[in-house]
């Protein structure tokens, strides 16, 4: 048997080795759909296996992409990249980088790989343009449930584009990707520091005021403290001199992904969890641990390039969990003081605290598929995270957060909520792109070969 486990330890299932395939060219990847085709049997594929949630586990056949690791062309007049799917983040970063070009989107996390976040909600922040990998796929190339290939793009089967770009490995399995990249500008970091109460009753023209000075804006908000840290990031020309900093040994430090965060904060807060302290005890060890980097921070500048944010993590690395969902920001104000109300009466009545910041970031409207999270509007996300997966009152927690950000038009990430995507997300996303998603799902693969238990629970109610 052949065990998989996801990036935080905490989904693991086994596949019989005959069942799992790890193709090295296309006619592989045909030869086993066709099987599983002709045998009425599941087919699932799976990336870095980074979702937090069930959407990769498999009950019959599953494909690994990653021996499709080659980077096929880059043209440089029109700014494209075609790939391989299991071409990963952090190697399209490095080989854009020597020819002075980023991909559109870098997120921290290298290991992804393109095919996956082809489809998916992968995304990043930003102000000025859109923040999620997969508006800017041009095209794929997959084997399709029939084990037949078939091209997607803006000039082949266009009408299929906008599904493609939410595939989630629901509509074949996807062994080429073309996508929209740009010329490299270096990107400056620089750091604010306020109160969360402050930020939310001048929300309007803070909130303008972030916009127009950056291009991508990251907050930390500390439940425990109120105390807010955004990490503001701005693209320069890359033809102006970079100006000198009194910071900018930050530079190579981020790029080898030790930060104050990382690398100080994160070891820090887990060290304290394991010893269990009563969440008043908690606290107070908690707010000193944010004071004294956050102090530090906030007069850090340095420029970086994007492509250095790519990182690839150790399978052990990461030991935490993430809980993504985004708001309308006409409606992220009133979910804030619902997510603070919400961790207050669980430090009172539970014992419990979250010691890791919720994460904020942006996500500007984007129509380009048809199950993104911010179709009808600019949303902003609260995203808890908890040192320890495994804690009954983080999943209690957890719970509670969903009902409450149902209420306030809440969207959940697919790939990362675990428990709220699985309950919710049918119900707070576009209805109608819901129900386009599907009928295209069902015209390519009507034995349902690629829809595994995962996605047949979120859409039960439209199959």
Same mark, same amino acid.
């Given at each position: ?15 019989p ?7 090295? $060219?296309?006619s592989e ?5 066709? =099987?599983?085709?002709?045998q009425? =049997?599941r087919?699932?594929?799976?990336? @870095?296996m980074?979702?937090?949630?069930e ?6 056949? #599953?494909?690994?992409?990653?021996n499709?690791?080659?980077?096929l062309e ?7 990249v075609t ?8 190697q399209l970063c490095g080989? %854009?980088?020597e %020819? ?9 996390w290298?290991?992804? $790989?393109?095919?996956a976040? *082809?489809?998916?909600?992968? !995304? ?7 923040a ?5 796929v %041009?095209? #794929?190339?997959?084997?399709?449930p029939?084990? /037949?290939?078939m091209?997607i793009?803006?000039s $082949?089967?266009a ?11 629901m509509l074949?399995?996807?062994?080429e ?9 270096p990107l400056?970091?620089s750091?604010q520091?306020?109160q969360i109460?402050?930020?939310?009753? !001048?929300?309007a023209?803070?909130?303008q005021?972030?916009?127009?000075d950056n291009?991508?804006v ?7 403290t109120?105390e807010? %840290?955004? =990490? ?5 020309d ?15 430090i /981020?790029s080898k992904?030790?930060s ?15 010893l269990?302290? *009563?969440? /008043? ?5 908690? &707010? ?35 809980y ?5 920001e006409?409606k ?8 603070l $109300? ?9 014992d419990?605290i979250?010691?890791l910041?919720?994460?904020v970031?942006?996500?500007?409207q984007d129509?380009?598929?048809?199950? *993104? ?9 609260i995203d ?6 495994k804690?009954p ?5 957890r719970l509670?957060? &969903? /009902? ?6 809440g ?5 990362k909520?675990r428990?709220? @995507?699985?309950?919710?997300f049918?119900?707070?996303?576009? =209805?109608?792109?819901?129900r ?7 015209q ?16 039960? &109610?439209?199959?």
């Amino acid at each position: 048997m052949v065990s998989l486990v996801n990036w935080n330890d905490e989904i693991r299932y086994e596949v019989p080795h005959g069942q799992f395939k790890t193709p090295t $060219q296309v006619s592989e990847v045909q030869a086993a759909v066709r =099987q599983a085709y002709e045998q009425g =049997q599941r087919l699932t594929v799976v990336g @870095a296996m980074h979702s937090t949630t069930e959407c990769t586990v498999g009950t019959g056949t #599953v494909i690994s992409m990653k021996n499709f690791a080659r980077v096929l062309e880059v043209d440089k007049e029109r700014l494209t990249v075609t790939v391989e799917g299991g071409v990963t983040l952090h190697q399209l970063c490095g080989h %854009l980088k020597e %020819l002075d070009l980023q991909p559109p989107v870098v997120l921290e996390w290298g290991n992804f $790989q393109i095919g996956a976040i *082809s489809g998916t909600h992968a !995304n990043d922040t930003s102000m000025k343009r859109s923040a999620q990998f997969s508006s800017y796929v %041009l095209g #794929v190339k997959l084997v399709t449930p029939s084990g /037949e290939i078939m091209e997607i793009s803006e000039s $082949q089967n266009a009408e299929y584009l906008p599904a493609i770009r939410s595939h989630f490995g629901m509509l074949g399995v996807v062994y080429e990707v073309t996508v929209r990249i740009f010329k490299t500008q270096p990107l400056h970091v620089s750091f604010q520091v306020g109160q969360i109460d402050t930020f939310m009753d !001048n929300f309007a023209a803070e909130l303008q005021a972030l916009k127009a000075d950056n291009d991508q804006v990251f907050g930390m908000l500390f439940a425990n403290t109120g105390e807010l %840290l955004w =990490q503001c990031r701005k693209f320069l020309d890359p033809a102006i001199p970079r100006p000198s900093s009194p910071t900018a040994w930050l530079d190579s430090i /981020e790029s080898k992904n030790i930060s104050l965060f990382g690398g100080l904060f994160l070891p820090l807060v887990k060290a304290v969890t394991a010893l269990r302290p *009563s969440a /008043e005890v908690a606290g107070l060890i908690n &707010n000193a641990m944010v004071s004294l980097p956050l102090k530090i921070i906030r007069h850090s500048r340095y420029i970086i390039d994007p492509c250095d944010r790519g990182v690839m993590y150790a399978a052990d690395d990461p030991n935490f969990e993430f809980y993504d969902w985004v708001f309308p920001e006409g409606k992220w104000c009133d979910m804030i003081r619902a997510f603070l $109300q919400l961790s207050d009466r669980f430090r009172r009545q539970h014992d419990f605290i979250l010691p890791l910041p919720a994460l904020v970031y942006f996500i500007k409207q984007d129509r380009e598929s048809l199950l *993104s999270r911010s179709r009808s509007a600019n949303m902003m996300a609260i995203d808890p995270e908890y040192p320890d997966p495994k804690e009954p009152k983080w999943k209690e927690f957890r719970l509670a957060f &969903n /009902e409450v950000a149902v209420r306030h038009g809440g969207i959940p990430h697919i790939n990362k909520t675990r428990d709220g @995507a699985i309950s919710h997300f049918a119900q707070t996303e576009d =209805q109608e792109s819901i129900r386009q998603f599907l009928a295209i799902r069902q015209q390519l693969d009507p034995k349902g070969l690629f829809l595994n238990d995962y996605f047949k629970t979120m859409f039960a &109610n439209y199959l």
